[in-house]
C-alpha cells in the first residue's frame, strides 16, 4: 500500500485500515498519522505486543490519536486446523499496557467459518473493545475469504450471544 | 516421572495429572491407561493439535477412557508480558474432533495473576469444559507459581464471573 | 518505504533492498519492478518460504529479473542468547526452488558480533551464493546495529575462512 | 522410556540417548545420570538453548560427566518443505555456554534426504562436534525415518565433503 493513496481513501472511507503486513510499513504508519480518519491498526503476524505498540506510536505522533489496535491471529507452529493463532492473552495484555481500544478479528484468526463464532465470544470475555467480523450472503462463492465468513444468519446469531456475553460481565453492545 | 510410581499415586490422587513436558513420555502414558483413575493429559507446549489427540490414544488404547484434555498455552515468539500464549483455537477445535472433555489451563498459559481471569472467562466462552486454576491463600510467598496464583477473593470473584458467563450462553456451572 | 522514492534511490544505489518488515509491502514491490537496478528482498521475520518467493513474483512480474532472495532470520520461541534463528534450511531448500541467487545475512539472524563469523561459515557451506555483513570500524560506537558489527580484522580473517571453505567444496569467492 | 529399563540398555548400548520428546523426562534424566555410558542428549523441539542445559544439568548432577547435546531441528511456523527447522545458531551459542560436546543431527532437522548434505556441512562450519546421520542401504524401504536416511553412496560422499571442509577451517576429522 503506498503512503500516497491515504489522501485519496480518506475521502470515501470511514476507517483506515492498516493490513497486518503493513503493520511496519514506516512511510505509510506517518501518511495515516496526518490523516483525518480514525485508523484500524492490524497487528502483524510475527510482531509482539511491543512491536505493535511501537507502530501506533509512528500514527499518533503524527497527531492521528484515533487509533484503535487489532488482534488478528498470529503465526504458530500449530495451521494445520486453523489459519493463524488467535492470541488471547493479547487482549488484557494490551488493556493495560495503552488506553487505545482493542479490536479482535476472530475471522482471520482462526479463518474456519463454523469456529468464528467460539472465539469472537471468547474476545469479548476477554475484554475487547470492538470486533471486526467478515460476513457474506453467500460465503461459499465469495471472491475473498468465503471460508472465513459468516452467513447472514450466523452472524445475527453470534450478535445475540454477544449482547448476552456482554451483559453478563457487566457490559453492553 | 516414572511409570512405576503410577500405581502408588493412583492411591491416594482422585485424578492423574500428566504434565504438559511429559505429554510424549509414551511408557508413562501406557502406565496411566491402565489405572484405574481419570487421568487429565496436558497439551506440551509445542504440540499441535494432533499430537495431543495421538497422545491420548496411548492412554486410551490401554483401556482408560476416562480422559481430559487440557490446553495450558502454547509457545511462541513473543514472552514478554506473559509465560505462554493459551491457544484459544484450540478450544473449538477440539470439541469438535474428539468427544473427550476439555479443560483451560489459564494460570499456566498466561502465567500472571492479575490476568487470570479474562483468560478464564476466554476459555468458559469458547466451551472449555473444565477449569484448572490455581490458587493461594498468599500467592506472594508460595513455594511455587505464586505469580500466577489467584488470591481466595480473586478466586470467589472469578467463580461468580463463570456463572453469569456460562448462564449467559445457556450453560450452568 | 514509500514506493514514490524508489526512482530517486535507483540513481543513487547500485543495489535496491526490500527489508524485511516490508518483504509484503506490494505497492513498494511492483515499484522495484520497474527500476532498472538489481533488488534484494529480505525475507520477513515470519515469511515462509513460499511467501517469499511470491513477494519475489511481484517484482519479476514486473519486468525486473535481476532479484537476490536474502535469509536474514527467522523469529522463533528463542531469543535469549540470539536476535533470530537463522533458517540454514532455506538455503538448500530455495536452491531447489528458485533459480534466483540466495543470499544469506548472519549479521542480523544471530545479533550478536562475536558468534557472526560460524554463521557465515554455515551459510557459505549450505550453499549460499552471496554474503551480506556488517562491519564497522568501531562497532562499539556504531549508531545502528553495532552488537551485530564485525570490526575490520575480524571481517578480513573471516572472509579467509570463507575462501577456504568455498575451496574445499570446489567453489571460489 | 522408562527409567527402569535404563540399566538394562546400558549393558548392550555403547551410548544412552534421551529422545527430543524426553528431554524434560526428569526421573530418566536421573536414571540415566547414574549409569556408567555416555548419554547423547537430544533437544527438545521447542526447547530453549537454557532448557537444554539445565535439562544436562540432571545428568550430570548424578555423577555422569559424559553428556553430548545434539541439536536436531526446532519446531517453527514453516514446515511446509522440512520436518524442522535445524537452529545453527544453537551451535556457536553452546559451545560458548558450555564445555559439553555438541552433536548435529541433519536427518532428523530438515527430514528431506536430498537436503540433509548441505545441513550437515553447514554444522560443520559452524563448529559442531559430532555429526549423527541416518543411512540405509534402500532407504526407500525403510521401516522408519526413510525419507531422510542417507544411502551408502550419498554418506560415503558426504563424509569426504566434510573431511575437506574440517580441513579448511583447520580441524580433523
Known sequence: ?????????????????????????????????QAHKPVLLKRGMSATIEDLLMAA??????????????????RTFDNKYSRNTFDINAIPLLKELTHLPIVADPSHAI?????VSPVTLAGVAAGADGLILETHPD????????????TLPQFGELMNQVRAMAEAVGRSV
Open 1 to 33: 500500500m503506498s503512503p500516497n493513496k491515504v489522501a485519496l481513501v480518506a475521502i470515501y472511507a470511514d476507517v483506515l485500515q492498516i493490513g497486518a503486513r503493513n503493520m511496519q510499513n514506516f512511510d505509510l504508519l506517518n501518511a495515516v498519522g
Open 139 to 150: 460465503p461459499d462463492h465469495a471472491v475473498s475469504d468465503g471460508d472465513q465468513s459468516l
Open 57 to 74: 506510536e509512528y500514527i499518533l505522533a503524527h497527531g492521528n490519536n484515533r487509533v484503535m489496535l487489532c488482534e488478528r491471529g498470529i
Open 111 to 115: 479463518g474456519v467459518r463454523r469456529h
